[in-house]
């Protein structure tokens, strides 16, 4: 993972994931993988334990597996901001709660009935959330 990017068009709010390019053919680990689940509390990060503050009624679970996450001369591949309090329409917090042992893994925090969706595409994957209405 890249980078992380946050915003809002149309109806939806949206937070994309950014991948770069494979750092080995075939990784040790295996293919890479990731999963969305509905989270609830308490929200804890994953190495310490520590409490985590999630903003907004709903809370999702994105987590990612089998990922590389320093370069081959150990810097970070993603080194971006870890805690997004955006003021949208629905979406009102994007925090990270693991990035260790292959695995990153973040919680959406957002309010509203809004469907979310989800969308992959070789390079990214996004969680769009609807917008409550007006």
Request: charged share 20%; with cysteine.
């Amino acid at each position: 993972m890249i980078d992380v990017i946050v915003g809002s068009s149309g109806s939806q709010d949206f937070v994309t994931f950014v991948f770069g390019d494979l750092s080995l053919p075939e990784p040790p680990q295996g293919p890479s993988e990731g999963a969305l689940n509905a989270a609830t509390p308490p929200f804890t990060h994953a190495s310490s334990g520590l409490p985590i503050d999630v903003d907004g009624e709903r809370v999702l679970e994105v987590r990612f597996t089998g990922m590389s996450l320093a370069n081959d001369v150990g810097q970070p591949t993603y080194d971006g901001e870890l805690d997004f309090r955006p003021a949208l329409p629905a979406l009102r917090s994007v925090v990270n709660f693991d990035m260790s042992e292959g695995q990153v893994g973040w919680l959406i925090g957002y309010d509203g009935q809004g469907c979310v969706e989800l969308s992959s595409d070789a390079r990214s994957v996004t969680v769009a959330i609807g917008k409550p209405a007006s």
